[in-house]
């Protein structure tokens, strides 16, 4: 099929714009979508099967009605790939719900899983986010929690990992305690200083404003009015995730984050966020979202990855 368009009216800054350094974002549809696109200045035209050609069309017109600036990469991958899964463009790159509040102004949720995610953070005092890479788990319980704190809704963010992947065995790792645990939690890291910036992260800390701690560290403690995030919650055992679980207090909201593809305790341990999920399926109050390829906003490719894996485990069971 052939499929003919004049973008009009002209405008040869946002022609730029939409075909990208040495026409990269047209070579990158045709690789993705399986189409040709061909263009004489303000004139396309894209050749290919039926469908590929009139999303890649419909593609083409979305961002073309966003390209007063240059199309930002990571935005121009996240429209490409929402093409390719068939979800119809968004000519603003920008879904009706209002953005969290942090320092990213276009932070929103880009699938529908991850706009149930939101949905149930905010209306849940615990959320259980189960998926794999890439799927914006971390990052966006961070992001609620940054919001809740900058809207003063809680008092203090509090961020946990399980230490040390199959045990939290901290004693073999040199250095001091900090030294010990900053590896680990590094992503955690990582998420505020994007969405806060780092000077304000700074002041946070210093305030105790945000606290990161190993799993460990947490028995006996009861956290109130404050936004608690447990993640790669796939390597918690039982006992560990009960304990965390119950160290919630007043006024407080929590996330849980894991990828139980990725599990690393050791043989006969039983991971703690399965059992979590199985025993508070019916318990008023905690929800649960369940992440899969098709909601991997990274790279492309990741999505691919994640699927082919998915497809030999499916294979070996």
């Known amino acids: ?22 026409e ?46 240059p199309i930002p990469h990571e935005e121009f991958q996240l429209a490409l790939m929402d ?31 991850q706009r149930l995610y939101l949905q149930n953070i905010q209306h849940h005092d615990i ?58 939690l590094r992503p955690l890291y990582d998420a505020l200083y994007d969405l806060m910036g780092f000077d304000k992260v700074g002041r946070a800390f210093e305030k105790g404003q ?15 009015h404050a936004f608690v995030i447990l993640d790669e919650a796939q390597n918690s055992t ?6 965390f679980l119950t160290r919630l207090g007043f006024g407080s909201r929590c996330v849980v984050t894991g990828d139980v593809s990725q599990i690393d305790l050791p043989r006969g341990v039983d991971s703690g966020l399965i059992d979590a999920e199985r025993v508070l399926r019916r318990v008023r109050g905690v929800a649960t979202t369940r992440f899969t390829s098709a909601d991997v906003v990274r790279h492309p490719l990741v999505a691919r990855i994640v699927e082919a894996y998915d497809i030999a485990s499916s294979d070996r069971g």
């Open 210 to 224: 945000i606290e990161i701690a190993p799993l460990a560290f947490m028995r006996g403690r009861t956290l109130n």
């Open 83 to 113: 093409t390719e899964r068939g979800r119809p463009p968004k000519s603003d790159g920008r879904d009706a719900e209002p953005a969290l509040r942090t320092r990213r102004a276009d932070l929103i949720g880009r699938t529908e899983n």
């Open 238 to 243: 039982r006992e560990q995730m009960k304990m």
């Open 24 to 69: 990269g974002h047209l070579r990158d549809i045709e690789s993705v979508l399986n189409v040709s696109i061909s263009r004489r200045n303000e004139y396309f035209r894209v050749e290919g099967p039926k469908a590929a050609a009139e999303r890649a069309m419909a593609l083409l017109q979305a961002l073309y009605a966003r390209a007063e600036n």
């Open 127 to 184: 959320t259980f986010g189960i998926g794999p890479a890439g799927t914006g788990k971390t990052f966006l319980a961070v992001a609620c929690a940054v919001d809740a704190l900058e809207r003063s809704a809680v008092q203090r963010i509090i961020l946990s990992r399980p230490a040390v992947e199959a045990g939290e065995r901290l004693g073999f790792l040199p250095g001091d305690l900090s030294q010990k645990v900053d590896p680990y």
């Open 1 to 22: 099929m052939i499929l003919r368009h004049e973008f009009l009216p002209l405008d040869n800054a946002r022609l730029s714009n939409l075909c990208g350094s040495m």
